[in-house]
């Protein structure tokens, strides 16, 4: 299978992405499903991040 890079669905997706995470600081955002679900795992990495960094300090 030749690569996906560029369909129209990798443009979708990297949208729903980038409109996820830059609903990290709204309380309630009205985003899709798929944004919801970008938005939940960069919020998951800030913790994770958070927590690696308190372990290593």
Same mark, same amino acid.
């Given at each position: 299978?030749?690569?996906?890079?560029?369909?129209?669905?990798?443009?979708?997706?990297?949208?729903?992405?980038?409109r996820? !995470?830059?609903?990290?600081?709204?309380?309630?955002?009205?985003l899709?499903?798929?944004e919801?679900?970008?938005? =939940?795992?960069?919020?998951?990495?800030?913790? !994770?991040?958070?927590?690696?960094?308190? =372990? =290593?300090?």
């Amino acid at each position: 299978m030749g690569g996906l890079s560029g369909t129209k669905a990798d443009d979708f997706i990297n949208a729903a992405k980038a409109r996820g !995470e830059a609903a990290l600081q709204d309380k309630q955002p009205k985003l899709t499903k798929l944004e919801k679900a970008f938005r =939940h795992a960069a919020i998951r990495r800030r913790a !994770e991040d958070a927590r690696k960094k308190g =372990h =290593h300090a």
